[in-house]
């Protein structure tokens, strides 16, 4: 079963800047595609961010689009995100899944399509 752990959040001030990494277990990162969702008190659960497996393309919501970046490095079998000019609207449990197909795009980031979530990592933007 594959798995994947989420490390990296914590509680920063607004403008702040966090880099969320999401390591998989018992499988290879390098076939699948990755992507990052988040969710916010009493919201569902949205997408951020996706890497591709396919051509090494990224995705990002528009709300998060010239602040996030989300890289992979095969090596060490991790997915990043790197969070910058963060904002109270930010604050959530963030969460990273692999997508259900091998070598598939990331397509429209929607839940559906991923799974092997990991347990989250709460980010709080305040100050």
Known sequence: QLQLVESGGGLVQPGGSLRLSCA?????????SIGWFRQAPGKGREGVSCIS????STKYADSVKGRFTISRDNANNT????????KPEDTGVYYCAAHRTVQAMCGRMRRSDFESWGQGTQVTVSA
């Open 79 to 86: 997915v990043y995100l790197q969070m910058n000019s963060l």
């Open 24 to 32: 998989a277990s018992k499988f290879t990162l390098d076939y699948y």
């Open 53 to 56: 497996s396919v051509d090494g």
